[in-house]
């Protein structure tokens, strides 16, 4: 498990408790569904691939993310993004 922490100002977290009956259960809760989002992208690209390629597919969409990741078929944001402003842009 990974603990995560953020950090808002008094207006914001007004705001938050505005539309939120819990801040901290909304934040969790965007977390979780972007996470599951994330997740459903990955078991999408790794099972076309997998198929595609004869590649046994793992039996939990926690083992195939963490088999994209080994196989090189899926990137951190931050390593696409490091790659891409390293990158100059061709005429």
Request: proline share 2%.
């Amino acid at each position: 498990m990974k603990n995560l922490t953020i950090l808002i100002s008094n207006t914001e977290h007004q705001a938050l408790e505005y539309v939120a009956v819990s801040v901290q259960e909304w934040a969790d809760n965007a977390v979780t569904v972007r996470a599951l989002s994330a997740i459903n992208d990955i078991v999408q690209i790794y099972t076309t691939r997998a198929l595609n390629e004869g590649v046994s597919i793992p039996a939990t969409r926690e083992l195939i993310v963490q088999d994209a990741y080994d196989r090189g078929w899926i990137q951190t944001a931050n390593s696409v993004n490091a790659t891409s402003v390293s990158t100059p842009l061709t005429e």
